[in-house]
């Protein structure tokens, strides 16, 4: 009787062995899952931290884009203001021509009263004139001749001087108006740069943290794999461990008289659990990896502006950019509304503003989502959104679960 009993044993054990499963403890599994976890959090701090990247980086850009438009309102100023400086100049001219052209008539004028006063006698022309007179009818009349002449000539003079020097003080008012704008001009495209560095050194930050992101996202899908590798040969070392307590049992009722029979098959079949290919999403959701968009024939039915905006779709992201030729994020939301007949603000800081609020829970296509007062898109559906992200970019599809939104508007 022990013999059969060792002779089962052995049976049992070849069996379990020609599985090629090597014992696995119930701690692998336990390691696998808490690695698992640590991941998932791990990830789920990398996109909050993603999304505070991408806060900075949409920021800057707005800045920049504030400054592209200032700087482009400022050389229209300069150049309107040289125009009127120019014209200043020419009325200037011409008013120094008409002041020349009085004293060259006033020389005249005292040129014809010389040579109607004859003889001077006290060498003051007007007084030669008058004293030349020939009787007190023609002394009157001198008189009045001379006074009348030396009035309308004094006040003409005075009249051109006066609209010369006014001229004059405007002309220097607009140059100094536009050495201002020269020096604001500077100071803007400084800043500008300054915030364009800036910019560059967030956008460095984020792509690294997305690469991180992705990284992780790597090594989970792998501990997942194995994970599910370890689960199934810990149920079939267990399915087996139970076939082989079976056949001992059934062993030790026998007859020994009998022929032992051991069933040596065994089902490798197991339940093994899917691989979880999700990763965490700092709007608290799983976003499955993949489109998670759903159909963009969906979005364009429920909403026409969702459909014009992805008309647009791969053009490139330009500083204070609002035509087709190039876009920034509130340029592109503006040119898009106005494309269905909707006016809009330039800026996301008047965008902002209009509509009605909508909660996160409630969107639909073609609600506008906001960053702070710094960065629009227009929502696409099945947590997407298109907008114009950052220089180096196009305009594109982008996903809440990597840039969360704070607010959104129901124009």
């Not at 089962?8 to 692998?28: W, Y």
């Not at 203001?81 to 008013?95: A, D, E, F, R, V």
């Amino acid at each position: 009787m022990q013999l059969k009993k060792i002779f089962i044993s052995v049976i049992a054990f070849g069996t379990v062995s020609s599985l090629g499963v090597s014992p696995v403890s119930a701690d692998t599994v336990s390691e696998k899952n808490s690695q698992i976890e640590v991941k998932k959090i791990e990830s789920n701090s990398l996109l909050k931290q993603i999304n505070e990247a991408q806060s900075k980086v949409a920021q800057l850009n707005n800045k920049v884009s504030d400054k592209v438009v200032a700087i482009s309102d400022a050389k229209t100023k300069i150049k309107d203001t040289n125009t009127q400086i120019n014209s200043l100049g020419k009325k200037i001219s011409s008013k120094k021509v008409e002041i020349s052209k009085r004293k060259d008539n006033l020389k005249d004028q005292v040129r014809s009263l010389q040579a109607a006063s004859n003889n001077s006698v006290t060498g003051n022309t007007f007084l030669d004139f008058v004293l030349g007179s020939s009787s007190l009818s023609d002394l009157i009349g001198r008189s009045m001749t001379v006074n009348k002449l030396n009035s309308a000539s004094q006040s003409t003079l005075k009249s051109v001087e006066k609209a010369t020097k006014e001229l004059d003080d405007l002309k220097a008012a607009k140059t100094s108006k536009k050495e201002q704008l020269v020096a604001t001009t500077k100071q803007l495209e400084s800043d500008r740069d300054a915030l364009v560095s800036l910019k560059q050194d967030a956008q460095k930050s984020s792509d690294d943290l997305s690469k991180q992101l992705e990284d992780h996202k790597s090594e989970l899908s792998k501990l997942q794999s194995e994970l599910t590798v370890a689960m199934a040969a810990s149920k079939a070392q267990a399915d087996n461990a139970a076939k082989a307590k079976e056949a001992e049992k059934a062993s030790s009722s026998a007859s020994s008289d009998n022929v032992v029979a051991v069933n040596t098959g065994s089902s490798n079949s197991g339940s093994s659990s899917a691989v979880d290919t999700s990763y965490p999403s700092s709007s608290g959701v799983s976003v499955q990896s993949g489109n998670a968009g759903g159909s963009n024939a969906s979005h364009q039915s429920a909403s026409g502006v969702v459909g014009i905006a992805a008309q647009y779709i791969g053009v490139p992201y330009v500083w204070g950019g609002s035509t087709p030729a190039g876009f920034d994020c509130s340029g592109l939301v503006q040119y898009v509304f106005n494309q269905a007949g909707i006016s809009l603000p330039r800026t996301t800081y008047g965008q902002i503003n209009v509509g009605t609020p909508v909660s996160m829970s409630a969107l639909q296509p073609g609600d506008l989502l906001f960053w702070g007062n710094y960065h629009v898109g227009i929502y696409a559906g099945g947590g997407r959104y298109i907008h114009a992200p950052a220089p180096g970019q196009n305009v594109t599809y982008g996903s809440m679960a990597y840039f969360t939104p704070d607010s959104a508007r129901r124009v």
